[in-house]
């Protein structure tokens, strides 16, 4: 008698593969409606394989929220790597924010929107977000401007507050203004505030002039 093996699933990849299911659920249904044999269900595992990766529902919510977080930090970075003209690297942060609230699979509801903001563990990741994409836009403030390093944070904390919320807003009024002219408000708003400080002999002093009249 043959017996068939099971071929099992690399851990990372069946991890992957959890957590694509459990965003949907979770995106679906929030935190507290979501079960563990729904996101089991939907990965067409058995809930005991469910928990061998993940020990619980909140643990299993942080990682897809770690998931989330780690993605928008990532387009923002490669936003402002795109260019060497801070204008336009303002556009392009912008357009990373509402880019990433746009997108269908809804993963900013984790990031911004979830039933558990209120939890310690979340409150903590979304802090660090918000951290270090800021700590990436200060280091351009920084280079372009001559303020110092806690001012330029303080700058660019403020950019991505105003980025956050306002994308949220434009989620929740149901698109009522277009994708790119969202974009262009904001981006004008923005760049129009941090091209009035002090520039160095580095930065671009064109932008201000070329960019947005």
């Known amino acids: 008698m043959v017996t068939q093996r099971v071929v099992r699933m690399p851990r990372d990849q069946r991890r992957a593969q959890l957590l694509d299911a459990a965003s949907d659920v979770f995106t679906s249904k929030g935190y507290h409606a979501a079960a563990m044999d729904d996101i089991a269900d939907s990965a067409g595992v058995s809930k005991p394989v469910l928990y061998q990766h993940f020990p619980s529902k909140l643990d299993l919510y942080l990682a897809v929220l770690d998931r989330s977080c780690d993605k928008l930090v990532e387009v923002v970075e490669e ?26 699979s809804g993963e900013f509801r984790f990031v911004f929107e979830s039933d558990l903001t209120g939890d310690g563990e979340v409150q903590k990741r979304l802090w660090r977000v918000n951290n270090e994409i800021a700590d990436a836009i200060a280091e351009v403030i920084a280079e372009d401007t001559a303020l110092p390093p806690d001012q330029a944070k303080l700058l660019a904390i403020s950019l991505v507050g105003s980025a956050q919320v306002s994308a949220r807003y434009w989620v929740s009024a149901k698109e009522a203004v277009s994708l790119g002219e969202a974009k262009q408000l904001v981006s004008n708003l923005a760049w129009r505030g941090i091209s009035g400080f002090p520039r160095t002999d580095t930065g671009h002093r064109s932008d201000a002039e070329h960019h947005h009249g």
Do not use: E, I, P, W
């Open 79 to 104: 936003a402002l790597d795109s260019t060497d003209k801070n204008a336009d690297r303002v556009v392009a942060t912008m357009d990373a924010f509402y880019d990433f609230v746009s997108h269908s």
